[in-house]
Structure formats: structure tokens, C-alpha cells
């Protein structure tokens, strides 16, 4: 049993019990309970897609749950949207900041609940902004965070690490008893780093108790008082720090059964056909280097913000590396932009679908056919309609695409079969490399291995693929070999034989 | 739960409602004023229609391009005062009738052009780029010509955009239903109309899919531009008179032939033809206004109307969409 | 922290309307009592223009319809005046219409989410349309009595117009609102970063039509200023002046994205425009460089206030995001 769910004993000021939220298709968090503890450091561990992110929108008013209970401080807890959890002193550091770029640091502090005094002090009329007065604030506040940071400069100007101080001593200017941090530490420096724990401790020490979202195992050793580890959606494990160890860390993240996956045919590999050799580009990836062989499939493993999106349009022509070579069978070659790539065999499929790789409210057969219109249309600029048709009817059958017809809305078709459209779509290009991120997420279960099937049938043919993925037990089923990133660097490569859910995190982290 | 259409016949559907619609609109029109004003049935009245619309029509096949892409472009009645400026200009000074159209031609595309650079290589939008080049047009325009008013055009040269094929039909409308063929055809089945509809539903999947969006967007606001001068060129054989105050009212009559045709601000969504029967309309309104004795501030005053409701109703159905599809999840 | 007079771009423009204007004393006839007095009685509405756009522009908005506002404005001015009515009953009649006329552009922009330049292109000929249709002669008033034009004429110390001061009064009034007050904060933020405004509780819709409705005030201001300085009224004379107006703001540093600059900086564009059209008709150029002037102007300062300079030595992907999304 855990040691760390109590409604009593150190003062709770937090309690979530049994909250569950699902979104359409997913389940995201599933009877989470937690609680937070007056100036304590509590970390919340998990995987991408573990849930903590939905568990912090919850928390903070952007989401409702669909049951379960909130308290704070003893009271039970509704919070209708961002602005109540404020004025109930709670507050979230985001990941990406919600500060006004164009106003002053001052202006961003008080934005929305500035701080006024009547124009004429004896007749209380006329509420205009008392500046004075937030000046002292901000003062204060920064005082105690143990910063200087002039009021007066324009936030667009500060580093990304001035910028995170200047949403924390927001969050302050509330009065905020509660401080969730979600993934501080991402964009900083190891140096801007310790400055963060420092004004962590200072907090600690003026009773804030904060939330520490991280998977940054090294970090919540040096933070936190106390670790919960969830997982689908769902708690786990929670522990005091001093009690705990990496290893069982990892192991609590871990653990879910290998099911529901296809297996993974036996494919000749083949020779060295893609070389990627000390490709840098900043502020993130540092000198990474890549083999990929024909008929392989290259799993690329990482927490979020390891870097694998950014090295993945590095060596596709998606944007430019400041340094290093690209090799294609031998040849060293030089993109200048992704159709270059293309021409050359290579495709990316985004892990944003709907941003980067459909157009949503166009039919199947349309998106099918993106990249293909220049050959469709070679002659007059007109296009073939009869072999667009025959096109995307091949990849609908191939993919077993479930829609009536070609013509059907991408819109309407379910996460899945979107996900066999975007597919369809880079395969219609006849690629000889693919570099998939993310593929199944956001994709039920069946529609997963059919998914897992087609790529397992590309290598088959001798396509060479390099996958992106969250999903440990994905990319382990899947690959012939790991390549394990970590703040763009790469941290290590396990062969086929090596792999497990605990040495792949043993890297990540 | 509703029959999955497919979207090719649920456009098609809409479409045909639509234009169907907006073709009972025109034709209820013609009847309107020929009830009015019973010489608006005679033949060389109505094909008069049709003459009257040719430079409008034109603008109006390029601004649904660039409509399409989520974009606008405001700079197009100042262009055209432009090239047509400059023809009286070099026309007035040099007598060379070949010298004068293709000078007057090359300021048309060079105007587009600089919208397309702008609009394509820095992230300045359409609307301020326009607007900008807009005054800047003008006024060169302004400057070039002075306080000259050119005319004396030669026969031949009227007779280009004047001549009325069969002794019926004005000539402008044979070049505007050449262009509005060739426009079409592109539009609705070609390459380019496929990716200007990816451009206005979502860029950067055309991006991911190796597509030059950028090459895209310049060529269509040069070939604005060129629609712009060919525009002028027509209006010039027409009015035999270049003045700087040709600029004015083209623009609303462009876009809201446009917008009236189908084609959505927002981009990704219009039709060629929407466009074609929106400028049928639009100079159907004109010669009926004119025959009944109304100003062109009122012709103008009512279109500018037609416009915001035009807008207003399509932002509703919009909405209505997509709350019913919510409703049905 | 002493505040420092820092070289804000403000200052700069200070400066430089200075230097123009001591640049046009020595060189031309602007020194005189003449001079001064026809600069500060022309220059009076046009900065209140510019405020008025400055606040629609920071909200990432347009308003293109601003000069046929202001000839419905001026309109009701005059004939309430012909009429018989004392400044103090058509003024403030004038000031409604630019807020009525304004208040519809921001509706429709805000309810029907239609982009407010399409909105303000058409109401622009709408506008227009009108005079010519419901207005007796479009709207042409002349032989406008003194009940009208002793405001426009009148000036204190020999010298300052009183339509100036009146000006000066409500341009510092706005600063000073935009400075010291939550709806100014809630401008800007509503133009910088829609979802950041709305986590922090401000209602970006209801922000935007109160704009609007301001703008329409200023407009119902700068208009009747203007009217009440000739004898004659003309609406559709004022068609196209908010090129004028954007071009000021431009100049002054307001960002055509929305989410910045300084009414202040919009006054010194107004009075930069002014002295720079002043100074081109001193030198012999016609009133139509104006508006290729205009085009050049906005086109540069845009470009400088669009371009992000440190973006050249990063080499980021090639996404995308058009019309300004965040």
C-alpha cells in the first residue's frame, strides 16, 4: 500500500479522488486519486500520454471531469474555468507561456486583476490602475523569489527561462497557495535550472505547495518530497522521495502487458541505404547519428522534447540543420527543401495530422493525392480525375481505409482510418524511406494493429522505416533496433535483443 | 443518424443549390427591371449588359483565385487606373499604339507581382500588403498623369474591345467567357485550383506535402495583375478616356462578385462559376439602375448592401453547420 | 527605479517632428501666426483620427469605413446646425452617429465573425451609397452661420485654435484611459494573444465592440471639429481619410498586427504625416503624392515591425501561420 493517500494527518490542501475524464476515443485519466500536502513538493511522474497534462487542465479549470471529486482545503472544489482556480489560489506555470509578448512584465503580472485606486482618494471615485502599488507588489514578489527583473521590458525580449520567472511571480500575484509546475525544466540550461529550484525552495519555505510535473527522474530526486507515478490514466504508485529508487521508478511506469499486438514478421535486412552523420541544429539536437538499413524499422525513442520530431525534419528537407551530412545510398546529399527529399524516396508523416498532414474538410481521395498532383497533371495542369480515382481507390483497398467512397470528408472518418489516410498519402508517393512520428497516436486499438500491420508489410518490401513513438510497448514489438534520445542528444542504441520497457526508460530519463 | 454523403456530392449539392439559386436571382432581376422599365428586354439592352461587365468580370476570375486562398487583394481598381494611366501617358506621347499596350500591360503584371513577392516572401498579410500598394497605385497613377485626362484613342484600338461580334454580341463578353472557361477549368480541375484550396483550408499540409505554396501565391497575384491591365485595356476601348478617378468603385464591385458567387472569405471553399453569374448579376444591376435613372452612388450603396448580407448569411449557415453537426455526435 | 528618458521609439519621433518643423520655419512661411494657427486647426482631427484607428488596430482589427463615418458625422453636425440647434445639442448628436455608424461595423464584425475589413469595405460604399441616395444633394450643406463655425474659427491667445485644444484635451484623455484603466490593458491583450486574454478572464468580443463603439466616439469628435471649420459640408469628402489616419498610427509605432504601440506615438505620426504633406506642397509637389507617400510609408513601416530580424539567423521549419494566428 502506498504511504501517501491520507484526507488527514500533514495538512492537505489538495484531495482528488476518483476522477475520471475520457475524451472521444480515449480514456484519459481513470479514478485518480491524489493528494498535495501544505509546502510540499509533490512530483507527478508518468509517460507521455500517461494523463498528467489532462490531470493539471482538470485541476486548474480549463476541463471538467466527468466524476469524481475535488477538495481544497477541506471544501469541496468546483471550478468553472481558469479565472476561479486563480481566485482560489491555484495556479499553473504552462509549458507554453500565456504571457502577452508585446506588453511589459509589469503588464503581464497584473493582466486581468490589476490592482486599482480610486483617482480621488476622498470621494472613492473613478478606479484607475495604481501602478505604485504593483510596482511594490512586483517588488515584493520578486524579492522573495530572489530576482531582479526590470518591470519595464517587453516580454518578447526576455529568455525563455526570465519568461518562466515572470509566470511564476504571475501566478503569485494571486496570492497562490497551489503552484503547478508542468515540465519547468524543458527549455532551460542546467545553470537556469538550479535558479528554478532555488526560487522552488524559497516557495517551499512560504508554505506554497506545488505540483512538479516532470519525467525528469534525476530532477525529482534533487525537488521533491514526494512522487506519484501514473500511468494510463491511471495512479499507480506514490512514495516519499527519500524512500524511493530510480529502478523502481522506472518499473512502476512501466509494466503493461505486451497485448493486442501484431507480431512482427521476420524481414531480411538488407545494407546501410540512409546515414545521417552528426546532425546539430539549435538550440537542440547536438551531433546525432543515424543508420538505417533496407527492410529495417528503426524505432526512435524519447520523452517528449528529446528532439526526435526536430531531427526527423532535419534529414528531410523540413528545415536545416546547421551542421552535419545526409547519406542516400552512398551519396551524400543536400536538401534544400522537402521536395527535394521526396524525389529522393523519403516521406515524413507528422504526428499532428490534423495540422500538418490532412486537409481536413477535403475528401480521401484528395489528400491521397497531394503529392502526387505535379505527376497527375503532367501535361495540361489538368488533373487526372480517372487515375486520382484509381490511385486512392488502391491505397483505400490496400489500407482498408473505411469510408464509402473516395469522395468521403476526411473530417468524418474516425482517428484511425484519418491515420490510414495521412499514410496512404506518403506511401503514394512510392518512398523507400518513411519516417513515421507517431503513428498510432490518437488511434483505437483495432485500427492500432492494422496500422502496425502495414508498417510490419513495408519493411517486408523492403521499405526502410525510422518510427517515432510514446508507446513502449509499440516501439518494442516493432523494431529491429532503438535509438534511445534525450535533450537532443542520443543517449544510446539497443538491438532487438536488448530491448525492454525499463532499459529504453533508463536512457530516456 | 444521417447518410454519410460523400463531399463530392454534398459540394456538388450545395453548389448546384446555390448557384441554382443565385441564377433565379439574376433571372428574377432581369425581370424586375424589364417589368420596370420594358426597353431592359431588348435584345442589344441586355447583351449591352454583358459589355458593360467585361473588366469587372475579368478582376473578378483572379480575385476568386486569390479568395480562395484565404486571401484578398484591395489594391485592384487603383491598378488598373494605373495601367490605363499609363497607356493614355505613352499613347499621348509617342503615338504608338503597340508601345502604349505593352507598356500598360508590364505595369499591370509588375503591380501584381510586387503583391505576390510581399504576400509570398514576408509575413506581411494580404490585406495590409493591398491596402498599402492600394495608395501607392493611386497615387503613382496620380503622378503620371496629372491633371491630364488622356483620350483620343484610335479607332482601331476602341474597336478591340468595343466591336460587337454578329452585330449582337460585345466582344468583351466573348474575352470574358474565354477567360472565364480557362479559369474554370483550372480552378475546378486542375492543379493549381486544388492547391489554392489546400492553401486556404491549411497551409502548411500543402507544405508537408511538398507543394510551393509560395510559388502559388505569387503567381496568382501576378496574374491578378495581369487581369488588372487586360481589365483596362477593355475599359480604355470602352470609355476612350483615362482619368484618375477610374480606381474607385471597382474594387467592391470585384469582391462582391465574388463573395456573392459562393467563394468564402475564409478560404478553401468558391466557384468560378459562382463568380461568373455574381458579375452577370452585378452588371444586370447596373444597366437596370442606369435605365431607371439611378446615380452609381446608389448602385453602389446597394451592392455594398448585398455584400454585408451576402457575408452576414454565409457566416450564419457556417454557424449552422457547425452546430449541427455537434448536435449529432 | 528613476525613470530615464529612454530612446523610446516616441522620443525618436519627437525629435524628428521637431526637426521638421523648425526645418519648415526656416524655409517657408509656416512660422507665421497664419501658418501655426492653419497647422494646429488641420492637424486637430486627424490625430484624433489616428487615435481612433490605433484603437481598432490594436485589437487586430480595420477600419476602412472611418471617412464616410466621418461625413455622416459632419452631416448631422451641419444640418442640426441649419436647423437652429446650439453647438451643444449637434455636437453631441454628431458624436452618436459615430458611435451608432461604428458600434454596426463591430457588431457584425464580432456576431458573424466576419473579418472587419470586408465589413468596413463594404459599409464604406454603403456609407456612400447613402449620402447620395437619402441626403438632399448628397448631402451638400453650404451658407453654414456662425452658430456653427464661431467654434471652428475661435482661438485663445491670438493663436491656438480652440478645436486644438479640444483635441489635445481628449488625445491626452485617451491616453491617459488607455494608461491607467482595465479596458485599456484589455485592448491589447485581446490583440497580442486572444487565448491568454481569455485565460485571464477578459471577453475578447465584448472588447473588441467596445472599441468599436470608442472609435466611433473619436470619429464623432474629429468629424465635428472638423466640420465646425468651414461654412460648408461636403460627406463625401472625407472618403479614403483613414488611409491618413492608418498611415499615422503606422508611423507612430502602432503594430498593424494588433497587441501594441503608444497613442502617444500615433499623435506624433499624425503630426508627422501632416508636416511631411506640408512640407511636399511647400515644395512644389502635387496633394496626390500623398497617397503613393501613404502606400510607401505603410509598406516600410510594416515591414520593419513584421519582420523578425532575429529570425533570419534561426533556421526554423517551414510551418506557417498566416493571418496572425498565435
Redesign the interface.
Known amino acids: 500500500m502506498d504511504s501517501g493517500i491520507a484526507s488527514s494527518g500533514p495538512e492537505v490542501v489538495l484531495h482528488l479522488e476518483g476522477i475520471t475524464k475520457s475524451f472521444?476515443g480515449v480514456r484519459a485519466l481513470s479514478g485518480m486519486t491524489i493528494d498535495l500536502r501544505r509546502a510540499e513538493v509533490h512530483a507527478i511522474c508518468g509517460e507521455n500520454g500517461a494523463g498528467k497534462s489532462t490531470l493539471m487542465k482538470i485541476i486548474t479549470g480549463i476541463y471538467k471531469p466527468d466524476s469524481g471529486q475535488m477538495k481544497l482545503g477541506g471544501q469541496p472544489l468546483d471550478i468553472k474555468?481558469?479565472?476561479e482556480a486563480y481566485a482560489r489560489g491555484i495556479a499553473i506555470i504552462f509549458q507554453e507561456t500565456?504571457?502577452?509578448?508585446?506588453?511589459t512584465v509589469l503588464?503581464n503580472l497584473f493582466?486581468?486583476?490589476?490592482l486599482?485606486r480610486p483617482l480621488f482618494d476622498s470621494l472613492r471615485l473613478f478606479p484607475?490602475?495604481d501602478y505604485p502599488a504593483m510596482r511594490r507588489k512586483s517588488a515584493e514578489i520578486f524579492g522573495k523569489l530572489g530576482m531582479s527583473v526590470d518591470?519595464?521590458a517587453k516580454v518578447a525580449n526576455l529568455g525563455v527561462a526570465t519568461k518562466q520567472m515572470v509566470e511564476i511571480a504571475k501566478a503569485l500575484t494571486f496570492e497562490s497557495s497551489i503552484l503547478i509546475l508542468d515540465e519547468p525544466t524543458a527549455a532551460l540550461t542546467n545553470k537556469e535550472v538550479d535558479t528554478l529550484f532555488e526560487t522552488i525552495r524559497k516557495l517551499q519555505a512560504q508554505g506554497v505547495s506545488m505540483l512538479y510535473i516532470s519525467h525528469r527522474l534525476d530532477e525529482i530526486f534533487q525537488i521533491a518530497d514526494r512522487v506519484t507515478v501514473i500511468r494510463d490514466g491511471e495512479h499507480i504508485h506514490t512514495e516519499e522521495v527519500a524512500k524511493v529508487t530510480k529502478d523502481e521508478l522506472v518499473s512502476w511506469m512501466v509494466g503493461r502487458t505486451l497485448h493486442n499486438l501484431y507480431p512482427k514478421g521476420e524481414v531480411e535486412i538488407g545494407e546501410v541505404i540512409f546515414e545521417a552523420r552528426g546532425i546539430s541544429?539549435?538550440p537542440l539536437l547536438k551531433g546525432i547519428d543515424l543508420q538505417l538499413r533496407r527492410g529495417e524499422i528503426l524505432g526512435l525513442s524519447g520523452l517528449a522534447g528529446a528532439g526526435r520530431t526536430e531531427l526527423s525534419?532535419a534529414l528531410c528537407g523540413?528545415?536545416?540543420?546547421?551542421s552535419g551530412q545526409v547519406f542516400i545510398d552512398g551519396k551524400k546529399l543536400h536538401f534544400a527543401?522537402?521536395?527535394q527529399?521526396?524525389d529522393h524516396g523519403m516521406v515524413?508523416i507528422?504526428e499532428d495530422r490534423q495540422?500538418?498532414?490532412?486537409?481536413?474538410?477535403?475528401?480521401v481521395s484528395?489528400n491521397i493525392t497531394?503529392?502526387l498532383?505535379?505527376s497527375?497533371?503532367r501535361k495540361t495542369?489538368?488533373?487526372d480525375?480517372q487515375s486520382e480515382r484509381r490511385i486512392s481507390g488502391e491505397y483505400m483497398e490496400r489500407l482498408a481505409i473505411k469510408a464509402?467512397?473516395g469522395?468521403?470528408?476526411v473530417n468524418?472518418l474516425s482517428g484511425g482510418n484519418q491515420q490510414k489516410v495521412s499514410v496512404a498519402?506518403a506511401l503514394a508517393t512510392a518512398p523507400r524511406i518513411l519516417i513515421l512520428d507517431e503513428p498510432t497516436r490518437g488511434v483505437d486499438v483495432g485500427a492500432k494493429s492494422e496500422i502496425h500491420r502495414i508498417i510490419s508489410n513495408l519493411a517486408a518490401e523492403g521499405k526502410s522505416i525510422i518510427m517515432i513513438s510514446s508507446d513502449l510497448p509499440e516501439i518494442i514489438s516493432m523494431s529491429d533496433r532503438v535509438i534511445v534520445m534525450k535533450n537532443g542528444l542520443k543517449m544510446g542504441e539497443l538491438s532487438r535483443a536488448e530491448l525492454s520497457q525499463e532499459r529504453i526508460l533508463q536512457l530516456a530519463l | 443518424m444521417e447518410q454519410?454523403i460523400?463531399?463530392?456530392?454534398?459540394r456538388r449539392g450545395f453548389r448546384i443549390t446555390y448557384q441554382t439559386a443565385l441564377f433565379s436571382l439574376l433571372v428574377f432581376l432581369i425581370a424586375l427591371f424589364g417589368v420596370l422599365q420594358p426597353v431592359f428586354f431588348a435584345p442589344d439592352v441586355l447583351f449591352n449588359v454583358t459589355a458593360i461587365i467585361g473588366e469587372i468580370g475579368i478582376m473578378a476570375l483572379a480575385m476568386t483565385f486569390i479568395i480562395t486562398t484565404g486571401g484578398i487583394d484591395l489594391s485592384v481598381g487603383y491598378n488598373l487606373q494605373l495601367c490605363a494611366v499609363i497607356f493614355g501617358s505613352v499613347y499621348t506621347s509617342s503615338h504608338n499604339l503597340t508601345l502604349a499596350i505593352l507598356l500598360s500591360v508590364a505595369t499591370g503584371i509588375l503591380c501584381g507581382f510586387l503583391n505576390g513577392i510581399i504576400i509570398s516572401r514576408t509575413r506581411i498579410p494580404p490585406l495590409v500588403t493591398t491596402l498599402a500598394t492600394m495608395s501607392l497605385f493611386r497615387g503613382v497613377s496620380m503622378i503620371v498623369a496629372g491633371t491630364n485626362t488622356y483620350s483620343g484613342f484610335p479607332d482601331g484600338f476602341k474597336q478591340i474591345s468595343t466591336i460587337n461580334l454578329f452585330d449582337v454580341i460585345p466582344i468583351q463578353f466573348i474575352y470574358f467567357i474565354v477567360l472565364f472557361a480557362v479559369f474554370n477549368?483550372?480552378y475546378s480541375?486542375?492543379?493549381?485550383g486544388?492547391?489554392l484550396?489546400?492553401i486556404g483550408?491549411?497551409e502548411?499540409?500543402?507544405?508537408?506535402?511538398?507543394?510551393?505554396t509560395k510559388r502559388n501565391l505569387l503567381f496568382i497575384y501576378t496574374l491578378s495583375g495581369l487581369m488588372c491591365a487586360l481589365a483596362a485595356l477593355i475599359y480604355l476601348g470602352r470609355l476612350s478616356a483615362a482619368t484618375t478617378s477610374m480606381g474607385n468603385d471597382l474594387n467592391l464591385q470585384v469582391v462582391t462578385a465574388v463573395v456573392l458567387g459562393g467563394t468564402s472569405i475564409m478560404g478553401?471553399?468558391g466557384s468560378v462559376t459562382g463568380t461568373f453569374i455574381g458579375v452577370l448579376i452585378i452588371g444586370v444591376l447596373r444597366k437596370g439602375f442606369t435605365l431607371l435613372n439611378f446615380s452609381g452612388n446608389i448602385f453602389n450603396f446597394t451592392l455594398g448592401v448585398m455584400l454585408i448580407v451576402a457575408l452576414i448569411v454565409f457566416a450564419w449557415l457556417e454557424e449552422r453547420k457547425k452546430t449541427a453537426g455537434r448536435k449529432s455526435? | 527605479?528613476k525613470k530615464r528618458i529612454t530612446l523610446t521609439r516616441e522620443f525618436i519621433l519627437g525629435l524628428i517632428v521637431l526637426a521638421f518643423m523648425i526645418f519648415l520655419a526656416l524655409t517657408t512661411q509656416f512660422a507665421t501666426r497664419n501658418g501655426l494657427f492653419s497647422m494646429m486647426l488641420d492637424v486637430s482631427p486627424t490625430i484624433l483620427g489616428a487615435i481612433a484607428l490605433s484603437l481598432v488596430i490594436f485589437t487586430g482589427n480595420i477600419d476602412i469605413s472611418a471617412g464616410t463615418i466621418l461625413g455622416f458625422v459632419s452631416y448631422t453636425a451641419g444640418e442640426l446646425a441649419i436647423l437652429g440647434a446650439p453647438i451643444w445639442l449637434f455636437a453631441p448628436a454628431a458624436f452618436v452617429v459615430g458611435v451608432l455608424l461604428s458600434g454596426l461595423n463591430g457588431y457584425i464584425t464580432v456576431r458573424f465573425k466576419v473579418p472587419s475589413i470586408v465589413v468596413t469595405l463594404a459599409m464604406n460604399m454603403v456609407h456612400l451609397g447613402f449620402y447620395a441616395t437619402f441626403l438632399h444633394n448628397s448631402g451638400w450643406l453650404e451658407n453654414l452661420g456662425d452658430n456653427f463655425t464661431w467654434f471652428g474659427r475661435g482661438q485663445v491667445f491670438g493663436i491656438i485654435p480652440f478645436i486644438f485644444i479640444v483635441s489635445i484635451a481628449v488625445a491626452a484623455l485617451f491616453m491617459f484611459i488607455m494608461?491607467?484603466?482595465?479596458f485599456g490593458?484589455?485592448v491589447?491583450?485581446v490583440g497580442?494573444?486572444r487565448?491568454?486574454?481569455i485565460?485571464?478572464?477578459?471577453n475578447p468580443d465584448g472588447t473588441v465592440i467596445k472599441v468599436f463603439l470608442v472609435e466611433g466616439l473619436l470619429l464623432g469628435i474629429a468629424g465635428t471639429l472638423k466640420a465646425v471649420t468651414r461654412s460648408d459640408v461636403l460627406p463625401s469628402s472625407f472618403q479614403g481619410r483613414e488611409m491618413t489616419y492608418i498611415a499615422a498610427a503606422i508611423v507612430g509605432g502602432v503594430?498593424i498586427m494588433g497587441?501594441?504601440g503608444k497613442l502617444l506615438g500615433a499623435v506624433f505620426g499624425a503630426l508627422l504625416v501632416y508636416l511631411l504633406s506640408t512640407a511636399m506642397i511647400y515644395l512644389g509637389f502635387q496633394d496626390y503624392f500623398q497617397y503613393a507617400l501613404q502606400g510607401i510609408i505603410i509598406l516600410v513601416a510594416v515591414f520593419i515591425t513584421v519582420t523578425d530580424f532575429s529570425a533570419w539567423r534561426?533556421?526554423?521549419?517551414?510551418?506557417i501561420a498566416r493571418r496572425g494566428e498565435n
Request: charged residues 20%; without cysteine; glycine residues 8%.
Open positions: 472521444p474555468n481558469p479565472n500565456s504571457l502577452f509578448p508585446d506588453l503588464e493582466m486581468g486583476h490589476e486599482k484607475i490602475l518591470l519595464d541544429q539549435s525534419l523540413l528545415s536545416r540543420p546547421d527543401n522537402y521536395r527529399a521526396m515524413y507528422s495540422k500538418y498532414g490532412l486537409i481536413v474538410p477535403m475528401s484528395e497531394l503529392p498532383l505535379r497527375l497533371s495542369g489538368i488533373i480525375s464509402p467512397s469522395d468521403f470528408v468524418n498519402k | 454519410p460523400s463531399v463530392q456530392q454534398r477549368l483550372f480541375r486542375g492543379r493549381l486544388r492547391n484550396k489546400g483550408f491549411n502548411n499540409a500543402l507544405i508537408f506535402s511538398g507543394i510551393d478553401g471553399i455526435k | 527605479m494608461k491607467f484603466s482595465k490593458k484589455s491589447y491583450a497580442g494573444n487565448q491568454a486574454a485565460y485571464a478572464g477578459i503594430n497587441g501594441s534561426k533556421k526554423r521549419p517551414t510551418v
